[in-house]
């Protein structure tokens, strides 16, 4: 992963370098462009005892900059930077190693491995309460691609973006499974064999400051062979005001 970073940072390094010019400070206020999106987050190899959310809802935000590729501005370059924050629900916890409430590993799973089981019914005699159980990553983005805009203000973006994960964290919402019979909410943070980087295709088509979105996951959620290997396919819309 590490390789396949540094090579998308050449990349974008040429590219940018490729369609690099001496803009006026008006031409640079109109190359930028700025926006955010919602979106829902569809987890692909989930396994199977697990049961996620139909709705997992994230956000991100970002920042473009264009370089014209013809005349009348059709079509763009675009290198930028932007924040995401990508949720998975689930009715299940994150265990780690030999931890977990059962105190055991499941079958299968290596002893520096991460997994997701379930909440028993039951814990020390007394009835466990899920409400609300949740992993969240937050990543910096890095977004490339190219733009078509129509004479209609129609428009067309096949891009590809890499992250940094920035932050990890699990949230549990229910009673307390020591057996106190409280309502808590934990958050663990972190966490173990989340991978730092995430990368993907992505593409958006529009009219004038709304469109709809698609992001493809290719790396998996967890380091290979350290934990499940999830991906996921964020769905959405994007709306940029400027």
């Known amino acids: 992963m590490k390789r396949n970073a540094s090579l998308i940072i050449i990349f974008l390094a040429l590219a940018a370098s490729t369609y690099a010019q001496k803009p006026s400070v008006e031409s640079i206020r109109k190359r ?127 891009g590809f973006k890499v992250g940094w994960k920035i932050d990890a964290h699990t949230k549990y919402k229910g009673n307390d499974l020591e057996g106190s019979g409280y309502e808590v909410i934990e958050k663990s943070e972190k966490l173990r064999n989340i991978d730092n980087f995430h990368y993907g295709p992505y593409a958006v088509i529009g009219y004038k400051w709304f469109g709809a979105s698609v992001f493809y996951q290719l790396s998996s959620v967890f380091e290979k062979d350290l934990g499940p290997q999830i991906h996921p396919i964020s769905v959405g819309l994007v709306f940029k005001p400027n």
Do not use: C
């Not at 139909?54 to 932007?82: A, E, L, R, T």
């Not at 520096?112 to 990543?139: D, R």
């Open 32 to 158: 930028l462009s700025l926006g955010f999106g919602v979106f829902t987050d569809i987890w692909l190899k989930v396994p199977d005892s697990i049961n996620p959310r139909s709705i997992n809802q994230g956000v991100d935000v970002f920042v473009h900059y264009s370089f014209p590729m013809d005349k009348k501005g059709h079509m763009n370059f675009f290198i930028g930077g932007g924040l995401g924050a990508h949720n998975f629900y689930n009715q299940a916890l994150l265990g780690t190693g030999e931890y977990n409430i059962y105190e055991k590993l499941p079958a299968g799973v290596g002893a520096n491995e991460s997994y997701f089981y379930n909440v028993p019914p039951k814990f020390n005699g007394t009835a466990t309460n899920l409400k609300k159980s949740k992993l969240a990553i937050t990543y910096v983005d890095v977004p490339f691609g190219f733009t078509y805009k129509t004479t209609s203000k129609a428009h067309f973006t096949l």
